[in-house]
């Protein structure tokens, strides 16, 4: 019981403490350099297109798979 009891404070303290520790941080952020980043995207390798070929291979093979299964008629079926 005293387990619980203590697992449950250290979790609610952290809860309340989170938000209370990131207002008291001064959080200035830096301007991001665009310029860069635009040529990196510009010279990438296209890893992302890449990835978004492969995803789209997984989903049409998923859609393949489910709908071309076997059509057992030794199944059972409800009544």
Partial sequence: MMKKTMTALA??????ATPVLAQSVDATRAPAQVEQNAEQMR????????IG???????????????GGDDNEDLPTSP
């Fill in 11 to 16: 979790a609610a303290s952290a809860l309340v």
């Fill in 43 to 50: 010279g990438g390798n296209g890893g992302g297109v890449l």
């Fill in 53 to 67: 070929l492969l995803a789209l291979a997984a989903i049409i093979a998923g859609i393949i798979i489910a709908v």
